[in-house]
Antibody, heavy 123, light 112 residues
Framework: EVQLVESGGDLVQPGRSLRLSCVVS????????MHWVRQAPGKGLEWVSG????????VYVDSVQGRFTISRDNAKNSVYLQMNSLRAEDTAVYYC????????????????WGQGTLVTVSS | QSVLTQPPSVSGAPGQRVTISCTGS?????????VHWYQQFPGRAPKLLIY???NRPSGVPDRFSASKSGTSASLAITGLQAEDEADYYC????????????FGGGTKLTVL
């Protein structure tokens, strides 16, 4: 059974940092790209960032470029999202998502989702 | 403002057929990139519903189907059931953005 379990969500003040983690099981982790997708309260889905199977390709939505960093540790079956200079508009549930392919870009899709972790940015 | 445009809401009576549109442009759907669809119930994570034009993961009933033409795509649900009431999102890839996967704004389906 495929499982993705996020952790690290919290209430943080604007300008501070937070690191999200996602541990996966049930599939060969280092064969697939991984992503983070977020959903602000009452809003739709927004793709945030993706990382290819070997960390060779990192991609970000423009609004987080330079502030967020995605990484993975294939030995630990884990993917991370380091979020710096957080803003109120970063408040959302962050989902860890598995790509069907190994590439983080291109016309792929998300076949498995975690349950999400809530990040609230507020003073 | 989402790159892919969906109607905010659609509704239908049990047993009816409803469609949800997803309108893009020449840099995403019109460029030939696949459109994928997700279903999300309140308080739950999204779930893959349709992938790569019109393929269903195991367990998704064949009441759900998808199509694509030009710069648009659509999701059709036939024999509408109460348990289909959920939010639906389309997703594709856009070449004009920095390597981005993109979502539609989502459509709330209400079963009357």
């Amino acid at each position: 059974e495929v499982q993705l379990v996020e952790s690290g969500g919290d209430l943080v003040q604007p300008g501070r940092s937070l690191r999200l983690s996602c541990v996966v099981s049930g599939f060969t982790f280092d064969d697939y790209a991984m992503h983070w997708v977020r959903q602000a309260p009452g809003k739709g889905l927004e793709w945030v960032s993706g990382i290819s199977w070997n960390s060779g390709k990192l991609v970000y939505v423009d609004s987080v470029q330079g502030r967020f960093t995605i990484s993975r540790d294939n030995a630990k079956n884990s993917v991370y999202l380091q979020m710096n200079s957080l803003r109120a508009e970063d408040t959302a549930v962050y989902y860890c998502v598995k790509d069907y392919y190994g590439s983080a870009s291109g016309g792929g899709y998300f076949d498995y989702w975690g349950q999400g972790t809530l990040v609230t940015v507020s003073s | 403002q989402s790159v892919l445009t969906q109607p905010p809401s659609v509704s239908g009576a049990p047993g009816q057929r409803v469609t949800i549109s997803c309108t893009g442009s020449s840099s995403n759907i019109g460029a030939g990139y696949d459109v994928h669809w997700y279903q999300q119930f309140p308080g739950r994570a999204p779930k893959l519903l349709i992938y790569a034009y019109n393929n269903r993961p195991s367990g998704v009933p064949d009441r759900f189907s998808a199509s694509k033409s030009g710069t648009s795509a659509s999701l059709a649900i036939t024999g509408l059931q109460a348990e289909d009431e959920a939010d639906y999102y389309c997703q594709s890839y856009d070449t004009s953005l920095s390597g981005s996967r993109v979502f539609g704004g989502g459509t709330k389906l209400t079963v009357l």
